[in-house]
């Protein structure tokens, strides 16, 4: 318990810990992070190497853990570290592969040499980032780095992540929040709860619809007319400059007389991104013109980033296999590096 004090954990002090964490978290595998170490002049099996990441991991989550009970229970102060400030939010998701061990038959034994069986199955991480952004909609880094977090929880609990953090860094004081991000519906319909529960004003937000996923389903709708080659090209590229002018009601006009002149049936695909495209810019979500005149961003290129740096590089790898625990673990220490 003396040791404990001091941040001494199992059998390693606070300098060695991070050390070790550190480089696994960087690294793409244990083995890699082991050489490295050794370069150090720190020698350690595998075992210890990974004990001490995953510790290091499950004290992250257990702090985390304790400031979100302090946050919903009233107890945690407001911040201002994004008073007056420009601020973005993006959300996205990734995916990576699980390790979950099958059940032994009632009575049944073990077979010598024979290695546990398990399933592998795909799960999404939830991952958010929260930047400032200057009058040109560039992201700033000199002053203030961007927050990075996640969750393998599922979306409800990312949501509750976003609120919190907005609370605890001061954004509900900020002079402009930013909600950008792709058209997955379990984002948009969480961001009015999010927006609420931290206390923001809704005449201080604005949401944006990620302009390459607006102008792809343009793309999926011509694909769904049938055109091709030159034609498709030709027409892909004046809709889109239509989108970049906010004139979204022109290009959802003219993907609809198409569709009339071919008399195609209310279920099929085209009519799903003409609903989609209507019903982003009916709400506001595709004034790129507007956005841009007012140096909002207009991309969610920060948290494609993200997902690809913090989870794609050391998470998702072939031949990789996660317990959940670990996983969140790993995720938690990769997103504070």
Known sequence: PELAAFGFGKGCSPALQYRVAR???????????????????IVLDTKTVRRIAEQLGLQLLELRRRELFAWREGWLPWGNDFAGRRVAVQIDGGRVRLRENKKRKNNGKKKKGTRPKFDTPWREPKALIIFEFNEQGKM?????QPLIDGTLLGPDHLAELVAFHLHRLGVTEAELVVFISDGAPWIWNRLEWIERRSGLDSCK??????????????????????????ARRKTYG????LLKKSRYDEVVSELKERAK?????EDHD??????????????????YATFRRRGIPRGSGAIESTIRRVINLRLKSNAIYWLEENAEGMFAVRALL
């Open 23 to 41: 480089i696994v978290a960087l690294s793409p595998s244990i083995d890699m992070a082991r050489t490295e170490l050794r370069r150090e002049g």
């Open 140 to 144: 700033i880094k000199k002053e203030r």
């Open 205 to 230: 937000t604005i949401h944006v619809l990620d302009f390459c996923h607006a102008a792809h389903h343009i793309s999926l709708a011509l694909a769904a007319l049938g055109l091709s080659g030159d």
């Open 238 to 241: 004046y809709l889109r400059k």
């Open 261 to 265: 002149r071919m008399k195609l049936k």
């Open 270 to 287: 085209v009519w799903t991104e003409i609903r989609y495209l209507d019903n982003h810019g009916s709400k506001g979500h595709l004034r």
